[in-house]
């Protein structure tokens, strides 16, 4: 399977943003990466369903919703009727995570989880099977613009390893730090799925950006 990108709207320009979700829609993108904050779980605040419902009204690209919120449980099926695709929960956040995930397939979207970079792969041996995709965060969640954490590349090859046992056509996304500069080394460990934002965003060219990345 060729690399997906998903280039994420956190850093798109907000008082532009149905010009920038019509840049993703004639681009080489293949999903939308719309991450949820609360001021909770990470330290920052982002979307909530408004803009959610308004961004899949313009949208002609699959909605990769992540979550990172405390107890997402609450706000399943909300997201779903805004318009999520898939959505993504934290395992930090999640107790109960097969029951979480459970809920998001009867729902109808893609069920993921994604790890903190502190959080080892392993931890999700049982849960593998379930799961559609697995996002790595490779830096700590909350803010865009940070330094990709090196680690990641090791943390993709566990969980190819895991995968290939226990779940041959899991998903693997990376979200942080995406770049030129490291998007073949993370094609070539193993990851399927590239959230982009400022990489994208803030280059002169925003579909040659997602080119790049794409064909890299």
């Known amino acids: 399977m060729n690399h997906l990108i998903a280039p994420s709207i ?3 320009d907000f008082a532009n943003l149905q010009r920038d979700i019509e840049m993703i829609n004639n681009s080489e993108a293949d999903w939308i990466h719309v991450d949820i904050m ?3 779980f990470v330290p920052n605040i982002s979307f909530g369903f408004p803009v959610v419902s308004a961004v899949k009204k313009h949208a002609t690209k699959p909605l990769d919703v992540h979550l990172m919120i405390v107890d997402p449980d609450r706000y399943l099926k909300a997201f779903k009727d805004a318009g999520a695709d898939s959505i993504t929960v934290h ?3 999640c107790p109960h995570l097969h029951r979480t995930i459970q ?3 009867q729902l109808g979207c893609k069920a993921a989880v994604a790890i903190n970079p502190a959080t080892p792969v392993f931890l999700l041996e049982d849960i593998l099977a379930e799961l559609d995709m697995v996002l790595i965060m490779s830096v700590n969640p909350g803010f865009g613009g940070q330094h990709f954490i090196e680690n990641t590349y090791k943390k993709i090859k566990e969980l190819r390893t895991l995968s290939n046992e226990k779940n041959p056509g899991l998903l693997i996304e990376i979200d ?3 770049d030129a500069n ?3 080394k993370l094609v070539e460990a193993g990851a399927d799925v590239l959230v982009a934002g400022t990489s994208v965003f803030s ?3 925003q579909p040659a950006a997602i080119s790049q990345l794409k064909h890299a």
Do not use: F
Request: aromatic share 4%; net charge negative; glycine share 14%.
């Open 10 to 12: 956190l850093a798109a």
């Open 38 to 40: 609360d001021g909770m």
């Open 91 to 93: 395992y930090e956040a």
């Open 103 to 105: 809920v998001i397939k």
């Open 176 to 178: 942080g730090g995406v």
């Open 182 to 184: 490291n998007v073949a």
């Open 203 to 205: 280059s002169a060219s």
